[in-house]
């Protein structure tokens, strides 16, 4: 799965040697993205643009330049709200919040609330609650929150194969928060444990993640969701 963090390893280098033929190939990459971008046409479809963009701000993460990396996606951002490119705008988000800049929670907040509000890639949404429940702290419940709403997201967006894999790592991460939050265990106590916590039903749970989102941004926020809201397909 390209977006969602899983428990794969993958290893560090071994040697400086490693290091070093690393970051000679992410400049390769990244110098590779820029010439794509430029060769790009003026009649080239904004989302390439921004994708290959996007694209270049992974590798950036990887290269360790997270002031560039943030500097990137946070245009990136507006250029892809402004033109109702919703997974673009997530993506870029989820790159700021990479960079764990002072702003990356803030940046978070944003992808979270695009991810719920608009029909992106649900993989993309789940990751980003995900990223909002690993930063949870055990006791949390709104890390439960983001959990279940994981779990609505992808029996209301995904289908086949990805619904499957999706439906199977989203649950896994509600028991997960439960085991964190109440050391739940058994089949019965968690039922119980989201029926307390009004879990089940997405009337309540979504308001809460809405709430959860407003004091992470401190109640900026960089866009009008009113606005944006307006803007939601049919």
């Known amino acids: 799965m390209k977006y969602l963090q899983t428990e794969t390893y993958h290893g560090g280098n071994e040697c400086a040697t490693d290091a070093e033929t690393s ?7 990244l110098k590779e993205l820029e010439q794509q971008i430029e060769a790009l046409g003026s009649d080239a479809p904004l989302d390439e643009r921004l994708r290959l963009t996007l694209d270049m701000g992974y590798s ?14 946070r245009e990136t951002l507006d250029r892809a709200v ?17 960079t764990e800049a ?13 991810g719920v509000t608009f029909p992106v890639d649900p993989e993309l949404s789940v990751a980003m609650l ?6 949870s702290p055990d006791r949390s419940d709104g890390a439960g929150v983001a959990a279940a709403t994981a779990c609505y997201l992808v029996d209301l967006r995904a289908e086949g194969k990805q619904r499957d894999e999706l439906m199977f790592f989203s ?11 109440s050391q ?7 039922d119980f444990w989201v029926q307390q916590l009004e879990l089940d039903d997405p009337e309540k749970f979504l308001p809460r993640l809405a709430r959860v989102l407003d004091i992470m941004t401190g109640g900026q926020w960089w866009f009008d969701r ?3 809201r307006s803007r939601i397909p049919e």
């Open 23 to 29: 970051a000679r190939v992410l400049q390769l990459q």
């Open 60 to 73: 950036m993460l990887q290269a360790n330049m997270r002031q560039e990396a943030w500097d990137l996606a």
């Open 82 to 98: 402004s033109a109702e490119l919703w997974l673009r705008a997530v993506e870029a988000c989820d790159v700021m919040f990479q």
């Open 102 to 114: 002072s702003d990356a929670v803030k940046a978070l907040a944003h992808g979270i609330w695009l």
């Open 130 to 135: 995900q990223h909002l429940i690993d930063d």
């Open 171 to 181: 649950n896994q991460l509600l028991g997960q928060v439960a085991r964190r939050h």
């Open 184 to 190: 739940v265990e058994e089949q019965e106590i968690f």
């Open 226 to 228: 009113d606005a944006l």
